[in-house]
Structures are given as structure tokens and as C-alpha cells.
């Protein structure tokens, strides 16, 4: 499974991205897809994630101004943002959560991860 993200670049602050990520190759079943960030000397963290079934997860500092979406015919993520900030500045990765069957025909699950993309808010 390759996942291609797309559409980070330099904004101001108060502007606005979209960014893309579709997932290819041989999956079995998408649990969930969605978006995680890494600024320069920080941890990893959620972004938002959006299920199959619809439910949505959004980090506290992104409410309101961020919105998930999927194609799920296409495998694909959206990341609308909004009113960004600098503080959103970082590398964007977009991450699958999918389900692999084994050899023995077990279902487990299974992250898969983007290149990554970069966001940059300027003040």
C-alpha cells in the first residue's frame, strides 16, 4: 500500500490549504484515514482521522478551523484548513489504518504512512 499526499506549500496567516492523500494498491479493507503533523523538535501527533463509518477526531487545537473528508471509492483523504496559524506549521503525513489478512487468513490491523508535506504559516 502506497499512500501519495499532496497540496501542503507557504501561506499567510489567516489563509487557507487543502491537502490530499489517496491510498493505492492491495487493501484489503480502510479502517480509518486521516492526517498527523511533526514540527521541527516535537512528537508526532493527530491532526484529525475520519472513519469508514463516518466518525471524526479532531486535535483540540484544530477544531473548528480543519476538516476531514474521505472519498472512500477512492481511497482518498481531504484535509481542508482554515484560519491557519503558524503554530500549524510542520510536516503534514497522512496515515491509513487498514486491515491486512495474514497467510492464515487472520485480519490485523495495519498503519501505513505518507511521504509527508509540507505546511508553512507565516506570520
Known amino acids: 500500500v502506497q499512500l501519495q499526499a499532496s497540496g501542503g506549500g507557504l501561506v499567510q496567516a489567516g489563509g487557507s490549504l487543502r491537502l490530499s492523500c489517496v491510498a493505492s494498491?492491495?487493501?484489503?479493507?480502510?479502517?480509518?484515514m486521516g492526517w498527523y503533523r511533526q514540527a521541527p523538535g516535537k512528537q508526532r501527533e493527530l491532526v484529525a482521522t475520519k472513519t469508514t463509518g463516518g466518525s471524526t477526531n479532531y486535535a483540540d487545537s484544530v477544531k473548528g478551523r480543519f476538516t476531514v473528508s474521505r472519498d472512500n471509492a477512492k481511497n482518498t483523504v481531504y484535509l481542508q484548513m482554515n484560519s491557519l496559524k503558524p503554530e500549524d506549521t510542520a510536516v503534514y503525513y497522512c496515515n491509513a489504518n487498514v486491515w491486512e489478512i495474514s497467510d492464515t487468513g487472520t485480519y490485523y490491523p495495519y498503519h501505513y504512512w505518507g511521504q509527508g508535506t509540507q505546511v508553512t504559516v507565516s506570520s
Open positions: 494498491g492491495s487493501i484489503v479493507s480502510v479502517n480509518a
